[in-house]
């Protein structure tokens, strides 16, 4: 029998044939991780670890292999049984404002807040972002137009907030 540390070789993925769902391994971590979107042209794709959706480049992953991930001990003995886990809803508000931020702190939050409603299935999410000098508006709507959490987006009604809110149908 050989030892793991005599083993520990990673196998790069042949990216022609991975397809959302391909399990893989994270190189640094040796945590398993399963492909949401293949990557783009810049090497970046979309995984899920755990419970945790985030973007990923393509050279930090290899092919999953059993022997290279690392066990984790959870103290939860209802662990075990897939069937008597739950997830917990947490207490998230369906409106996020962004007035007065800079664009990049704001596009920061906005990607974390556009994470934790995907997990509790909170939709739709109304992000305000006011009209101000329109940058920020602006940012916002591009992020949200290529952002794998959300289905489709609009500009809010009148009654919503008009075009100072994006109202946003998360996937």
């Not at 292999?65 to 947490?90: A, G, H, I, Q, W």
């Not at 962004?98 to 702190?105: C, D, F, K, S, T």
Request: hydrophobic share 35%; aromatic share 6%; proline share 5%.
């Amino acid at each position: 029998m050989h030892n793991i540390e005599d083993s520990e070789q990673y196998v790069e993925p042949d990216w022609d044939m991975i397809i959302p769902g391909t399990k893989l391994l994270v190189k640094d971590l040796n945590q398993p991780v399963v492909v949401l979107q293949p990557p783009d042209r810049n090497g970046t794709l979309y995984i899920q670890m755990g419970m945790i959706k985030t973007k990923i480049n393509k050279d930090k992953l290899a092919m999953y292999d059993e022997r290279l991930t690392k066990k984790v001990n959870l103290p939860l003995s209802s662990m075990k049984n897939n069937s008597s886990f739950s997830l917990k809803r947490y207490s998230i508000s369906n409106k996020l404002d962004l007035r007065g931020q800079r664009v990049e702190e704001a596009l920061d939050e906005l990607e974390a807040y556009l994470d934790k409603a995907s997990l509790v299935n909170l939709s739709p999410v109304y992000i305000i972002h006011g009209h101000g000098t329109g940058a920020l508006k602006s940012a916002v709507r591009n992020f949200i137009a290529s952002s794998p959490y959300v289905a489709k987006y609009r500009v809010g009604e009148e009654a919503e907030g008009g075009d100072g809110v994006s109202v946003i149908d998360i996937k």
